[in-house]
């Protein structure tokens, strides 16, 4: 078999005999061109036109670096460890890799090919990727030469399908995905060709993607579960709602059980065309299935719901979720319960929330944080105390606005006695207990009359350093009645 190298650049001028094959790589950088004088501006460094300090630099460095016979491990140190990062000379990788290939003793493999092809993807210079492919393809692997092409073929292509399908330049990544398709043995993985119809789908070509799940299909490569999702969100997203109904019965004929992606996405879908209950249903499939309930299903179905003003009907399912058990215990409902209280239904609220809490299904800070201040808007201090006791209790730890809050509306209905002891927990657990949290507690003892317990809270201030000065110190006492 034999390959063909890249062609030669073309060279300007005749470089001195040399015995090294790094000497041969530098030498091939052009003279500089003839100086400009009608521009003013700073010199650029460019394949075409370095300075001859620049190519003498390189020339050293490169003859500092490669050895004499050079071979693809030796390229890939020099490219990966010493030109990827260097400052002058780290856009000429391309330049250095080409010419190498020029050289009767070197034959790129794997190795260097997987190396430039990322490079220049990661880099965005996808118009060289495609070049350098084109080479890959003349110039297979030297681990092709036996009957079977080199195993590392079909992951350098796939690298690159993904980078062109990354900003969109689909006919690109479907030529490179044929050009692979020539070299790899036996059928192409199926994680390719996932992503070329998930790319149609994203870029709205969707027609496109289901010709590309044609392909797949004639090339007898078996769709798993990813590419039935990717079908099912482009016929949403083409709102082509029965067709994705479809294809959901498809996979389960062919045997491919169906993940909570799947579920979501129908979940979605049935929302979007406004039936609830369907939707609903599909949750409760998915837990009959065994497919357990994620926070984005919950997430999926509560902001659906509430959003359309279903308000009792998300409730109701969150608590039936809870009581099956099958409530994921990440998932925060803040938001229903921040629409509970926004509509004036705040002791349904947090008898929901004791419900779902006693399940094993804790709340999150933000929540009770949510709940408290909706209690302190209707002046249930009670309920909003024993809240508290509760997060402080199971390490739920509040804000300390929330907390100082609370502190004030205890102080205030003559309960600084209670206050003390919420502060004192508080503090055990984590709560930042500030200078506002004593002095809530002064003022509360001030007014009940209670210098003892009020001077204990000014003597602790004393020993945390929280008192600035005398006159605060003066101020304080004299609201206790101590002179």
Same mark, same amino acid.
């Given at each position: 078999m034999s390959f063909r190298k890249l062609p030669k650049p073309p060279v300007l001028y005749h470089p001195p005999p040399s015995t090294t094959a790094a000497a041969a790589v530098a030498n091939l950088l052009p003279p500089p061109p003839p100086p400009d004088t009608s521009l003013i501006a700073s010199p650029i460094l460019s394949l075409t036109s370095p300075t001859s300090t620049i190519q003498s630099e390189l020339t050293s460095f490169i003859n500092t670096h490669l050895k004499i016979n &050079?071979?693809?491990?030796?390229?890939?140190?020099?490219?990966?460890?010493?030109?990827?990062?260097?400052?002058?000379? %780290?856009?000429l990788d391309l330049h250095v890799f080409r010419h190498a290939a020029t050289l009767d003793s070197f034959r790129h493999d794997h190795s260097t090919y997987e190396w430039m092809v990322r490079t220049l993807a990661i880099t965005h210079r996808l118009d060289s990727l495609s070049s350098v492919l084109d080479f890959i393809v003349s110039n297979p692997c030297p681990c092709s030469d036996?009957?079977?092409s080199c195993s590392r073929t079909e992951p350098i292509f796939r690298f690159a399908v993904i980078s062109f399908c990354n900003v969109g330049r689909l006919e690109d990544a479907r030529q490179v995905f044929d050009k692979m398709r020539k070299l790899v043995d036996g059928k192409p993985n199926v994680a390719i060709y996932n992503t070329m119809i998930h790319?149609? /789908?994203?870029? *709205?070509?969707?027609?496109?993607?289901?010709e590309f799940y044609g392909k797949m299909i004639s090339d007898r490569v078996k769709p798993d579960v990813i590419t039935f999702n990717i079908l099912i969100n482009g016929y949403f997203r083409s709102s082509k709602f029965e067709l994705a109904l479809e294809v959901f019965k498809e996979m389960r004929v062919k045997g491919c059980v169906p993940n909570v992606v799947t579920f979501n996405t129908l979940i979605k879908g049935f929302f979007r065309e406004r039936k609830f209950k369907e939707g609903i249903g599909m949750a409760y499939e998915m837990i009959e299935l065994g497919c357990g309930l994620s926070s984005v299903t919950c997430e999926i179905l509560v902001d659906g719901l509430t959003k359309e003003q279903r308000v009792s009907e998300a409730c109701d399912l969150v608590v039936d979720l809870s009581r099956k058990g099958v409530l994921p215990t990440k998932?925060?409902?803040?938001?229903?319960?921040?629409?509970? /209280?926004? *509509?004036? @239904? #705040? #002791?349904? %609220?947090r008898l929901m929330v004791d419900e779902i809490w006693d399940k094993g299904n804790a709340p999150s800070s933000i929540t009770c944080t949510i709940? =408290?201040?909706?209690?302190?808007?209707?002046?249930? =201090?009670? &309920?909003a105390h024993n809240l508290m006791d509760k997060m402080l209790s199971q390490s739920i730890v509040p804000d300390s606005v929330t907390f100082n809050c609370l502190l004030g509306d205890l102080c205030d209905s003559g309960r600084t006695s209670e206050a003390n002891k919420l502060m004192i927990l508080g503090s055990k657990k984590g709560v930042c207990v500030d200078e506002v949290s004593y002095n809530i507690l002064v003022s509360g003892y001030?007014?009940? *009359? *209670? @210098?003892?317990?009020?001077? %204990? =809270? #000014?003597?602790?201030? &004393?020993?945390k350093e929280l008192i600035p000065d005398i006159a605060t110190y003066n101020r304080l006492m004299k609201g206790l009645g101590i002179r």
């Open positions: &050079l071979t693809p491990k030796d390229l890939l140190l020099f490219l990966k460890n010493h030109l990827h990062h260097h400052p002058k000379f %780290a856009h036996g009957i079977f790319s149609f /789908v994203k870029y *709205k070509k969707f027609e496109k993607g289901l998932f925060d409902y803040f938001r229903l319960i921040e629409t509970l /209280v926004d *509509k004036g @239904q #705040v #002791v349904q %609220a709940l =408290i201040e909706g209690l302190r808007r209707i002046r249930n =201090i009670e &309920l001030s007014k009940e *009359k *209670k @210098q003892k317990e009020g001077k %204990a =809270i #000014v003597d602790e201030m &004393l020993d």
